[in-house]
């Protein structure tokens, strides 16, 4: 007896070891710890959140970026003056948006086969896709959209939507689309299941198929479920992703040369802790948002696809070279700064910087006015002549002086000390402030802009540049050129999309060619460009929805179509598509003014390839969306043998993140 205890007791021991060997294989198995992790997500509580996308369709992106993220629910908001609504799940068919009889309760109950139900489609990216490809068939499921979205059940003031349209599905079999509706937490409707348990109850009805048509269906499978996107086209997407989220839930991208694995030393200590020992060793992307006042992390796990670099390689016989403007641009030097900052400063303010504001102390009220009158949490605000405003520009523009900024937002100190830095290590340094659209297009979101927008509407961003010109920073000061150029040159597109917080091919062109000219003037320039690369370009139409359109209420988002754009790829002389060159000594680093055009579609047409086109050569982008003044990090992380390497530094900075940026303006060291 003894003998077979001792036995018995050393096979229950081995056991206990062989699985002890399998759980810790499962947890070095990253798809498999993730999983474990995944299990305890708390849509209304957790700080992370942690997708696997198996198959890159668009489909699966987006249900992995919008399905059941924590970074849309805000923790915040108000309860409901009428809390209780007694409807019957019938009644909630949204002025018959969805037929009637179909409403039903649990998603078991709607009629899809295995397959569609492994197929589902995060609604509102779903129909940005569809709006882009063709407006006028999209347009009934926009309004539909509207619809479900607008009701209020007698709390019209809150402007957040109670309800929304969140997920589609297709029935194949009989041409349909099917959808799911969830309620804001707050809303109790009596027969409305919370089926997954996560806090959001959800009905499900089908849209009458009327309001589509068979090739509507057909474009979706072909292009959004079915068609996996290239490693390259993963990028693409989440740097698209990035730019659409940056202005409405303050994300920026981290930089995965040093957040794999992740988390990191640097990652809060509240994070760690929901991660609870879990490292991500491979994640395709992280984007971080704060729209809340707390940090949101979404993870992105995607397997690896075939690189497919067949688009930007290939040949094209449209080729033309680039229009040249008439506009003449400033010559950058310190010097001609200050003079032309102290010219401005005698001619509209006398002399003084409060008098200067005072001469547009009425467009300022207005904006303010506009602003209170906008709900705080819708984002985008309606100009005249189908011209939509970003929030936070238009916050920027009712700044008062930058330089009493509290909690460490002045950007004086970091800019005059990063120069000082660059200069002592043998290396220029420009600083460029990229104007809002606000401010060269003041008419269009008030009838008390300036005539002609002079005098200009930002005197104290004026001051700061004045100041740190003072201070030995050169400053390439594109604004006065945007205004010459909007004024003095009238062609058939705008310096900025309408629709969007970024500029157009005429303004980054514009913008190119006044910093390649400042380029082209250092002594340096002829040893590091000995022979001038001769760059073609080609022209491409694209649409694109806009931003600014993302953070309308659905109800008017409906009225704009997508922009029809122009843009002007940069072509080396054999006819393949330009790439920036981490190797180039001349290193720009920016946002999503950098990224818009170069890294998202079109791409290789933005800021940075047209610049090397001007100056005949190839520079190196270092760019992050939102990244504002952290930026510096990732140029410091090149390490300082690389960075000796470099001639000049150009930050360039959008002129809205120098007014209450969500991170403070710290010191960074260059190594």
């Known amino acids: 007896m003894a003998l077979k205890k001792v036995i018995w007791l050393t096979l229950i021991f081995l056991f206990g070891v062989m699985v002890n060997h399998i759980c810790i294989a499962l947890e070095a198995n990253n798809e498999s710890a993730i999983t474990k992790f995944n299990s305890s997500y708390k849509r209304i509580q957790s700080k992370v959140m942690i997708r696997l996308i198996t198959n890159p369709t668009k489909s699966q992106l987006d249900m992995s970026a919008y399905d059941r993220n924590p970074i849309f629910y805000n923790p915040q908001r108000t309860e409901l003056s009428h809390p209780e609504i007694n409807l019957k799940i019938s009644e909630l068919n ?55 979205s607008k009701e209020k059940w007698g709390n019209q003031s809150d402007p957040k939507p109670f309800q929304q349209i969140v997920t589609a599905y297709i029935n194949t079999k009989e041409g349909e689309i099917w959808v799911k509706v969830e309620f804001d937490p707050r809303m109790r409707l009596i027969d409305a299941d919370d089926e997954d348990g996560d806090g959001f109850s959800e009905i499900y009805g089908c849209i009458d198929k009327s309001k589509y048509s068979t090739t509507l269906l057909d474009y979706l499978r072909a292009n959004y479920i079915k068609k996996a996107l290239s490693s390259e086209e993963v990028n693409d997407y989440f740097y698209k992703l990035s730019a659409d989220w940056y202005g409405a839930l303050r994300t920026e991208t981290l930089d995965m040369t040093v957040n794999r694995p992740w988390p990191t030393d640097k990652t809060e200590p509240e994070i760690l802790k929901e991660l609870n020992g879990l490292v991500i060793k491979d994640a395709t992307a992280i984007i971080r948002g704060k729209p809340y006042g707390f940090s949101i992390y979404n993870i992105f796990v995607v397997n690896e696809t075939e690189k497919d670099n067949s688009s930007k390689n290939q040949s094209t016989n449209d080729v033309q070279q680039t229009e040249k ?162 004024y003095g040159n009238k062609g058939d597109e705008f310096l900025y999309m309408t629709q969007d917080t970024h500029w157009s091919d005429r303004g980054l ?9 400042r380029i082209k003037q250092y002594s340096w ?147």
């Open 325 to 486: 403007f008439t506009a003449s641009p400033e010559k950058s030097d310190m010097s001609t700064n200050v003079e032309r900052f102290t010219y401005e400063l005698k001619t509209w303010g006398d002399g003084d910087w409060d008098k200067w504001a005072s001469q547009v102390s009425d467009f300022r009220n207005d904006i303010e006015k506009k602003l209170k009158e906008r709900p705080a949490e819708i984002k985008g605000l309606i100009g005249k002549d189908d011209f939509l405003f970003f929030r936070g520009a238009l916050n920027y523009l009712t700044s008062g002086d930058l330089r009493k900024q509290d909690n460490n937002r002045d950007p004086y100190p970091a800019i005059v000390d990063y120069s000082k830095q660059l200069k002592e290590k043998g290396i220029d340094f420009l600083f460029v402030i990229i104007p809002t659209k606000a401010e060269v297009f003041p008419e269009k979101i008030s009838d008390f802009a300036p005539k002609n927008a002079v005098p200009y509407v930002t005197p104290y961003t004026r001051k700061l540049m004045l100041e740190l010109s003072e201070a030995g920073v050169e400053v390439i000061d594109l604004y006065p050129s945007f205004i010459e150029e909007r």
């Open 509 to 517: 062109q514009l913008a190119a060619h006044i910093i390649a000219d």
């Open 525 to 671: 320039y002829n040893d590091v460009c000995k022979q001038p690369i001769s760059y073609k370009v080609n022209t491409i139409k694209f649409t694109r929805g806009g931003d600014i359109r993302g953070m309308l209420p659905d109800d008017e988002k409906v009225s704009y179509r997508p922009m029809k754009l122009t843009a002007h790829q940069v072509l080396n002389p054999d006819g393949t598509l330009y790439d920036d060159d981490k190797s180039s000594p001349i290193v720009m680093l920016g946002d999503s003014f950098c990224g818009v055009y170069q890294l998202e579609d079109p791409k290789y047409a933005g800021l940075s390839a047209h610049i090397a086109k001007g100056i005949g050569m190839p520079v190196d982008l270092i760019m992050a969306y939102g990244s504002g003044p952290n930026i510096r990090q990732r140029f410091a992380r090149l390490g300082a043998s690389v960075i000796s390497q470099k001639k000049v530094v150009i930050w360039t900075t959008a002129a809205r993140d120098l007014y209450n940026y969500w991170a403070p303006w710290e010191l960074i060291r260059v190594p």
């Open 94 to 148: 949204f002025s018959n948006s969805l037929i009637p009889s179909s409403i039903k309760n649990r998603f078991d109950q709607i009629p899809l086969s295995q397959d569609d139900r492994l197929n589902p489609m995060a609604w509102q990216p779903m129909l940005d896709f569809l709006t882009e490809w063709d407006y006028d068939q999209s347009l009934a499921l926009m309004e539909i959209n509207a619809k479900v």
